[in-house]
């Protein structure tokens, strides 16, 4: 079994929990003053019995008239106040889960946006380090080329003296022995 169900079902029995507290308290607090109770909480649910009338009648087929739904709607006043708690707590409750909502997408698309950005950085930091590392293989291809071409520049140079091969004969003339015309043989051929 998944265990995000369970918690899924579970959290919001914890809150309707939590909230129970909040309710009766309102309630016990709106009878206190008359502003609230005569201006907001029973008004409010009326007109929301009266709203939850007309649309179950609506969805059942059945056509009333306008004083025909006020009589089904009628409540008392204790039921009116318990609905009007009810409804303020319940909308306080879907507005604090708004909330909460919003706040956990923020926060995964600003973690998001961080993750992204470090991505970024990072491809940046690494196609930096490939050209400058083809910059150094140019760099070194060159030194090779160009020292190359010293060495061949400096052979042409060495075989093209005169002096060399006339100073291997004069050594071997003036030595007489075998080993160093053997050599000179060796180094003209």
């Known amino acids: 079994m998944v265990l995000g169900i369970p918690i899924a079902k579970l959290v919001p029995e914890l809150f309707k929990a939590m909230t129970k507290p909040m309710v009766n308290g309102l309630k016990r607090n709106v009878r206190k003053s008359p502003f609230w109770k005569d201006r907001v909480f029973i008004p409010m649910a009326q007109h929301y019995n009266k709203a939850s009338v007309r649309v179950r009648l609506w969805n059942q087929g059945i056509h009333r008239n306008k004083e025909q739904v006020e009589r089904s709607a009628r409540m008392s006043e204790e039921a009116a106040l318990e609905l009007g708690a009810e409804i303020v707590a319940n909308t306080t409750t879907f507005i604090i889960g708004l909330m909460a909502i919003l706040m956990q997408q923020s926060i995964a698309s600003a973690t998001e946006k961080k993750k992204e950005f470090e991505e970024n950085a990072e491809s940046k930091r690494i196609e930096s380090a490939i050209l400058d590392i083809r910059r150094q293989v140019l760099d070194l ?28 004969t004069e050594v071997a003339a003036n030595n007489g022995s075998d080993k160093v015309s053997i050599k000179v043989k060796h180094n003209s051929s």
């Open 141 to 168: 291809g060159l030194t090779v080329e160009q020292l190359d071409a010293r060495m061949r520049e400096m052979n042409r140079t060495i075989t093209a003296m005169k002096s060399y091969n006339q100073a291997s």
